[in-house]
T-cell receptor, first 109, second 111 residues
Framework: NAGVTQTPKFRILKIGQSMTLQCAQDMNHNYMYWYRQDPGMGLKLIYYSVGAGITDKGEVPNGYNVSRSTTEDFPLRLELAAPSQTSVYFC????????FGEGSWLTVV | GENVGLHLPTLSVQEGDNSIINCAYSNSASDYFIWYKQESGKGPQFIIDIRSNMDKRQGQRVTVLLNKTVKHLSLQIAATQPGDSAVYFCAELSGNTPLVFGKGTRLSVIA
């Protein structure tokens, strides 16, 4: 079972560049989430979605955008990358039990 | 906002001993709690969960205790092994609100 798949695993961006972190799940979950985790810290919710076509802001949405055109996919877009967005990004899906992807390590220089 | 926090940020335990990781929560409306384990370089993995209508739930070598009176959650790991070394997060759910994570406790197992 693939579960939650994130790409890319690692990426280095220059300040001001844009990129999209991809996330796909094959468990037919309605709920999907994007979290970021800074070194030695917990997970902070960026955006979440309760179903296709519906997205909501989490705790730290500034500088990010999401879309949910299908149940399976929930991409996270960074429009103008800033050093403060250097972090590990985790996509997750599920209802009460939430399953996480392996993470995407992003460095903005 | 509501807070999910941990009493101990780090915990060192001798191999074979039992580990107890604690978590405090402040949202009295939370009705579902989860413990996650995160190994270095990996995403969080589900360990065990408990609903608010229970005060104890046991899994394989792990037990979660819930004390709603003092809003306290704990994870007990029996016969701690080196493979248990990781960061452990508690998380809470209230209705349809997204999962809220605590800061985490790093468990180090001393061989």
């Amino acid at each position: 079972n693939a579960g939650v798949t994130q790409t890319p695993k690692f990426r280095i961006l220059k300040i001001g560049q844009s990129m999209t972190l991809q996330c796909a799940q094959d468990m037919n979950h309605n709920y999907m989430y994007w979290y970021r985790q800074d070194p030695g810290m917990g997970l902070k919710l960026i955006y979440y979605s309760v179903g296709a076509g519906i997205t909501d802001k989490g705790e730290v949405p500034n500088g990010y955008n999401v879309s949910r055109s299908t149940t399976e996919d929930f991409p996270l877009r960074l429009e103008l990358a800033a050093p403060s967005q250097t972090s590990v990004y985790f996509c997750a899906s599920g209802g009460n039990t939430i399953y996480f992807g392996e993470g995407s390590w992003l460095t903005v220089v | 906002g509501e807070n999910v926090g941990l009493h101990l940020p780090t915990l060192s335990v001798q191999e074979g001993d039992n580990s107890i990781i604690n978590c405090a929560y402040s949202n009295s409306a939370s009705d579902y709690f989860i413990w996650y384990k995160q190994e270095s370089g990996k995403g969080p993995q589900f360990i065990i969960d408990i609903r608010s209508n229970m005060d104890k739930r046991q899994g394989q070598r792990v037990t979660v205790l819930l004390n709603k009176t003092v809003k306290h959650l704990s994870l007990q790991i029996a016969a701690t092994q080196p493979g248990d070394s990781a960061v452990y997060f508690c998380a809470e759910l209230s209705g349809n609100t997204p999962l809220v994570f605590g800061k985490g406790t790093r468990l180090s197992v001393i061989a």
